[in-house]
């Protein structure tokens, strides 16, 4: 081939690759950063925190997409003899969509459970600083601190909508993944799978309903019982309008106890949250929250009131204030109040 | 010095039309394109909503659908979202951050013009957006919507008022 066809063979794919780019390729980088400020009556003081700088990237080429969070976390300064923070993979799949009612993913997810947990840390998305107690991690037994379901897991999703009729469609996602363990992101300690699966019935735009549910063997027992089987099932709902926000969950959890107690082990949380937005700028928000052991011993629920506003700017900054009045059953448990207020931009 | 006057005032309206008109205080009709090569030619207005709130992620063929919409400060973007669809702007952002933080699907990309919608359009085949009618080219495909022309009284965004 002589030269001259070789360069206009090289010029003319010059010319048409950015056709092909922006029609097959798309590349995006997104992300967050928060500030919190936090005064507790009962500890007596005050403390910054940058909670959270996330990176998130986004590839997609046609069918296919590829997904990633890398979380900076406390400050995130990492040192050979010590340091503070958490630098972290949250999450890292790939997306092959064969059509809307099947999309198939692998990696390392964020559980689908409940309204909250797949935009768990992405603080910009919600009004408070804090999210309910069903997120957060708690001691079902008195002993080790741990949330109700797995907050991440490494295996395959499958997820879509399953039915449309006018304006009522039902999403589902399936999931099964290694479970709680050691290692739990790239080893699985036993041949027992993590299973979760997620409904969420949407009616129109304003109205969604959504059930919950994982299972799995958790290695590390919190009530002493390595392996032990637990289950969690929860319940959502959504109300939105342009100016009215209403949610409510409830989490019901249950968990194999060790062999000297036998039987199972159950907790339970739910909430109540309320907002108004007022001209897309402030907006109030009233939230009750429970959490309860299941234990029937005394001192074994926590209820907060919390009162708090979110101003927003614009749709990407968001500065949040509230107070929490925390309440305790047990009679050697004060109640307290925690003042919490952040920063958080998306960008 | 009447002339410098009179002329330095038809400069003063000119550029104030010009203003009105960038600002889209003359709101022209706006049409919903597609790619020239999409076999679609008509989609119900449930449909291009639930495109732009990321409940619907492909095409009936089930290739992957591509929605970009103009700036949320253009008049045209309110007019289109507000008027046409029922979804208010500061709503439609707040559901796009959480499309891109949660990963759902993309969000629908923004630009900032026509004249990089048309382009953006022309070259992806998923691609759906809507511009002034005036900015309309052969490159891209004019779409109904509810089965209504834009030129119809009827039509989600129309103008016609008679």
Request: aromatic share 12%.
């Amino acid at each position: 081939m002589e030269m001259k066809q070789i360069q206009v063979i090289l010029v003319s794919l010059l010319l048409t690759s950015p056709v092909l780019y922006a029609q097959q390729r798309e590349f995006s980088i997104y992300g967050y950063i928060d500030l919190e400020f936090e005064y507790g009556t009962e500890q007596k003081k005050s403390t910054f925190d940058i909670h959270h700088f996330n990176l998130l990237t986004e590839f997609q080429s046609q069918q296919v997409r590829v997904f990633s969070e890398i979380e900076f976390e406390h400050g995130a300064s990492l040192e050979p003899d010590g340091g503070e923070g958490e630098i972290a993979l949250e999450r890292a799949w790939v997306e092959y969509t064969h059509s809307g009612r099947i999309q198939l993913r692998a990696g390392k997810f964020l559980t689908p459970f409940g309204i909250y947990n797949l935009i768990h840390d992405a603080t910009p998305t919600f009004l408070t600083t804090s999210l309910p107690f069903i997120y957060g991690k708690h001691n079902p037994f008195g002993v080790n601190k741990a949330r109700l379901y797995a907050k991440f897991y490494t295996g395959l999703q499958v997820l879509g909508t399953l039915s449309k009729a006018g304006s009522i469609r039902l999403n589902y996602t399936l999931g099964v993944g290694n479970g709680r363990g050691p290692e739990q992101f790239s080893k699985d300690n036993d041949n027992n799978k993590s299973l979760s699966a997620r409904l969420l019935l949407q009616s129109g735009t304003r109205l969604q309903v959504g059930v919950s549910h994982y299972r799995d063997h958790n290695a590390e027992g919190l009530s002493g019982k390595q392996g032990a089987n637990e289950q969690v099932y929860g319940l959502d709902l959504q109300y939105d309008t342009d100016t009215f926000l209403l949610q409510s969950e409830l989490a019901l959890f249950r968990m194999e106890r060790n062999i000297e107690a036998g039987g199972f082990q159950t907790a339970k949380s739910w909430y109540i949250q309320l907002a108004y937005r007022v001209q897309d700028l402030v907006t109030p928000v009233l939230r009750y929250d429970f959490f309860d052991r299941g234990t029937n011993a005394v001192g074994d629920s926590h209820r907060t009131w919390l009162l708090g506003v979110n101003i927003s700017p614009n749709a990407k900054v968001y500065f949040k204030g509230e107070v929490q009045f925390n309440m305790f059953s047990a009679p050697d448990e004060a109640s307290n109040r925690l003042y919490l207020s952040s920063i958080s931009v998306a960008f | 010095m009447n002339i410098k006057l009179k002329i330095a005032n038809c400069l003063l309206v000119g550029l104030f039309m010009t203003m009105l008109g960038a600002r889209g205080g003359v709101q022209a009709q706006t049409v919903v394109v597609v790619n020239s090569a999409n076999s679609v030619t008509n989609i119900s207005k449930a449909q291009l909503l639930g495109f732009y709130r990321g409940d619907e992620i492909v095409w009936k063929n089930t290739s992957r659908l591509y929605p970009v919409t103009l700036r949320t400060n253009q008049a045209i973007t309110k007019t289109f979202f507000e008027k046409g669809l029922g979804l208010n702007v500061g709503r439609a952002k707040r559901l796009w951050l959480k499309l891109a933080l949660s990963g759902k699907t993309s969000p629908p990309k923004i630009l900032n013009n026509a004249a990089e919608v048309v382009e953006y359009v022309s070259q992806n085949e998923g691609a759906i957006g809507f511009i002034p009618v005036e900015k309309l080219d052969e490159r891209v495909k004019v779409i109904t919507i509810n089965g209504r022309a834009y030129s119809e009284k009827e039509y989600f965004l129309s103008q016609n008022t008679k």
